[in-house]
């Protein structure tokens, strides 16, 4: 509980208290590495990092001064109602509406039972001989988790639960089974990774990859037993076989791209030879960003407040990758040795990257470059210096963006390249310098790069709004000498505003750009969400 005032001083150690039992030798060392100390009262401290949310009294929760490891309303996505409703909204689907073609392609179809109409969709739905999977919205572990064989066993359950007056149906959701899922030496897998809300006032989000965990038992998907379904280490250790055989319930990246390519996957399906380490990869990420942003108007972003997130994606034979769940507690545990080698390096990485956003913050500093920044890769950023910086960010989903999101694919050409482009202004604006007096801005040089000429330009960008078309990228970057490469062809504009910093508590203007997506034609058209 957050009782006591603490300052928030330089000079001293900084004191932190850990609750639960899911990694704390992880958090704790990590945290001592960096010179924090255990604090000796649980009540005095400045960060806290434990495993539920119902710990930290958010109405005494000090911003600014204390960290917290979640967000309040972060269940908004780590249940499993709130996850299907976020993204429901999110792409404008329904029980009852055809779901965006997105949405279908990674979310198997699912309903709600505490809702009548979906309850009764489902019961139309459901075949004679289908398989499902009936989960309880708000547990991990594989806990309450029971697969439903066909329409008469769900109409048996749902009326079972009727006669016994219990309410729980309205906590309950049923999914369909994957049916066909990828099998690796004939047993089922998931794949972990994670999403780092490394600070949520302003968002500094990131992706990070992470393993496979595997069930020990060959798949059978007329098997009762769960542990040949569910692949999570809280079941698979229940196995009688789990500790001579443990190491083999978790591969890494590495181990998964060497067993496509040795039992000829690779080659048979024309995947690339690093596939895992680039189209899954970056499918992956795509899908962690559009959670997030599924969810970013429901979260309640405080200054000191983060979170880490762990996605269980999963393969079918055709290597359609289809989401499972959002875990907010995920686990920290080192029974393998992968998990060994992974775990501290996340855990050291994603407590350096919080606390230097939450220092940075308070002390009024920029927030980039992040220097404990090493194998997470921001995806999301609302942070007012990200252009001034030079950060660039994947254009994950252009139709649905408020931050700043630039292409970053190191020497390769993407499919999708965007350029920030100011809009030409007839005479420099005036503009109010530190001491109150008024100026006006001069137009300065600019150079090949079209994210610093947007940055340099912004003094000189009219607040007035404007329509133009595609002509008027080209004249603009003549005028600005921007320079956009001949393989490009601008194919749509879309318009928007970027706030500029300004004193605390005073209204930021806005300045007015234009956004070019210029699509590159040599490459392939690519499903983006």
């Given at each position: 509980m957050f009782h006591a005032s603490i300052k928030h001083p330089r000079q001293r150690k900084r004191k932190f208290v850990i609750c639960g039992n899911n990694g704390n030798a992880l958090v704790e060392k990590a945290l001592v590495n960096k010179g924090w100390v255990l604090s000796e009262n649980?009540?005095?401290f400045h960060l806290k990092w434990t495993e539920l949310k119902s710990h930290i009294d958010y109405e005494k929760f000090q911003e600014g001064k204390q960290l917290a490891n979640h967000i309040s309303t972060s269940s908004c996505i780590t249940t499993k109602s709130g996850l299907l409703n976020s993204l429901r909204s999110y792409f404008g689907s329904s029980a009852f509406k055809e779901p965006a073609s997105e949405f279908k392609k990674f979310f198997p179809e699912t309903y709600r039972l505490g809702d009548c109409r979906e309850q009764e969709k489902l019961l139309n739905t459901i075949g004679k001989d289908e398989l499902w999977i009936c989960k309880p919205t708000n547990s991990n572990q594989g806990k309450g988790i029971f697969?439903?064989?066909g329409?008469?066993?769900?109409v048996d359950y749902i009326d079972r639960r009727k006669k016994q007056n219990k309410a729980r149906n309205s906590t309950r959701i049923v999914q369909r089974y994957i049916a066909s899922p990828l099998l690796l030496n004939g047993r089922k897998f998931d794949i972990r990774v994670y999403l780092l809300v490394g600070s949520s006032r302003p968002y500094n989000v990131f992706f990070h990859s992470g393993y496979l965990r595997l069930a020990l038992n060959r798949y059978d998907n007329g098997s009762d037993d769960l542990s040949t379904h569910?692949?999570?280490?809280?079941?698979?250790k229940k196995h009688p076989n789990y500790l001579g055989f443990k190491n083999d319930t978790v591969w890494s990246m590495e181990q998964f791209q060497k067993y496509l390519?040795?039992?000829?996957?690779?080659?048979?399906?024309?995947?690339?030879?690093?596939?895992?380490?680039?189209?899954?990869?970056?499918?992956?990420?795509t899908l962690a960003y559009?959670?997030?942003?599924?969810?970013?108007?429901s979260l309640v972003p405080k200054v000191g407040l983060f979170d880490l997130y762990g996605l269980d994606f999963m393969l079918d034979e055709s290597l359609n990758v289809w989401l499972l769940e959002v875990n907010t507690n995920p686990a920290l545990h080192t029974h393998c040795t992968v998990l060994q080698d992974f775990l501290p390096n996340l855990i050291d990485e994603t407590l350096g990257i919080c606390l230097e956003l939450f220092d940075k913050k308070v002390s009024g500093l920029k927030t980039f470059p992040i220097a404990s920044q090493n194998n997470f890769e921001l995806i999301y950023t609302a942070a007012k210096d990200a252009a001034l910086s030079n950060i660039e960010l994947p254009l994950l989903n252009p139709e649905k963006r408020n931050g700043i999101h630039f292409i970053n694919r190191g020497s390769e050409l993407s499919p999708i390249q965007c350029a920030m482009v100011p809009k030409p202004s007839k005479s420099a604006p005036t503009r109010r310098n530190k001491a109150g007096s008024i100026r006006k801005s001069n137009n300065s040089s600019t150079n090949s790069s079209v994210l610093t000429n947007s940055a340099n330009s912004s003094a000189n960008s009219s607040t007035s709004k404007t329509t133009t078309d595609s002509s008027d990228i080209s004249q603009t970057s003549a005028s600005k000498n921007l320079q956009v490469p001949e393989v490009f062809k601008t194919s749509t504009i879309k318009s928007f505003t970027v706030p500029n910093p300004t004193?605390?508590?005073?209204s930021p203007p806005q300045i007015p750009y234009k956004l070019a997506l210029i699509e590159v034609s040599p490459c392939p058209k690519q499903d983006i969400l």
């Open positions: 649980e009540d005095l697969l439903i064989k329409k008469k066993e769900l569910l692949t999570n280490q809280y079941l698979q390519d040795d039992e000829g996957y690779t080659e048979r399906l024309g995947l690339k030879p690093d596939w895992v380490f680039t189209d899954l990869h970056e499918r992956m990420k559009t959670v997030f942003r599924s969810a970013q108007t004193k605390k508590d005073e």
